[in-house]
């Protein structure tokens, strides 16, 4: 096969840690075939899904029903996250023999309706995941306030749009952030904070990492460039969880992107369809949206307009996703040796994204409408195309593979957070007497 590649870029293919395939129990918004056709068509060639499904993939056995289904019709290469929860702790050995990529555990009530663990029973969780190695990303909202809060604007019958942003204060997320810093530094495990909303939550994320705190963070492209002004123009579909905040958040979004306290872009592709997403009661409109297919354009759309470098974008897309979860430099990387899995761009090619042109099941984005510039022209996925001249090659359907065979965690670094904690505190170890000291 020859290719004219005459004026485009060759980068490498996007790392996207955090999708919603739906499969199995939710095929009518998507299934592991339109979802990856979409990351074939966004330049993405890893992806990494999420197990609020039905069954939830808490199980061997539905882990190994999602390997299935996902050989069969994967386009792209994927890691399948198990579900960590109180009653999935037993699973964890089977789960990591059976495939993981890593673990899921949700500190607060998302899609799905996945119980949320306590404090203790996370703490419990992290020691079980942690010689283990591998990583426990956290959807880091505190349960009951957001729940409480939104019961209580709903019976007050709020209707308008921003009633859900101004439901959804960023202190839940600075709060379970904080609270699952703490459990990470006491048990070695490692962690992942998935879509960073707010300013705020910077802070404990930032104060975590300068304690050695082996942890991870990602933002959205709906974070970085979507603020509660939108809500009119976009409606109910923008809802989203957590929510689209003020536009204050942005700026210091992309100076922690850039400052390395947020490791990398994801997109939390939640695919929903037009009649669960366009109601009147914005309080039963489900949260999320298709993100996979339209990441690469919206922010090579900031690299030319100047907002960020070629480089910052391949480190935030692919480099820092790929080390965070063991896979470099097998992947998230051009070089000799490395799988071939690339995107090849048209840095200047403008276009509008239009929902009912995306591969996605889920034919409705709050990017509908939106001019930018750079788009995928070919995907490969090592070393063959996937998507050539923006169209699917059909072929490769059932050639992505799971990249748990790849991955390679080294041991976690033993944590002594004992000694960090009586340095500071100047507290004599053997006044303690709690069994962390041994004593
Ligand atoms: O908006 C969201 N949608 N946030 C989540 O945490 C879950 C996701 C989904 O699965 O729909
Ligand atoms: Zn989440
Ligand atoms: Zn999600």
Known sequence: ETLDATGLHILPGAIDVHVHFREPGYTHKEDFGTGTAAAAFGGVTTVFDMPNVIPPTGTAEALAAKHKLASEKAYVDYGLYGLLGEDTIAHVPDLVASGVIGFKLY????????PSPTTGGMLEAFEVVAPTAKRVSLHAETASIMARRESRLRAAGRKDPLAHLAARPAVVAVEAVSRAAVLSEWTGCRIHVLHISSAEELRPLAEAKARGVDVTGETCPQYLLLGAEDYGRIGPVIRVNPPVREARNQAPLWAALKSGVVDMIATDHAPHIPDEKVRDDIFTVDCGFPGVETQMPLMLTEVAAGRMSISDYVRWSAVNPAKAWGLYPHKGILQPGAHADIAIVDLKRAWTIDD???QSRAKITPWHG??????????LVRGRFVMKDRTLVESARGTGRSVHTVQDMPAPRVANPDA????????????????????
């Open 370 to 379: 939106r001019a930018v510039t750079g788009l995928p022209v070919h995907t």
């Open 107 to 114: 500190m607060g009530n998302t899609f799905g309706n996945i």
């Open 420 to 439: 960090a904690m009586t340095e500071i505190v100047k507290i004599p170890a053997s006044s303690r007497g709690d069994a962390a000291t041994g004593a």
């Open 356 to 358: 009912q042109k995306l």
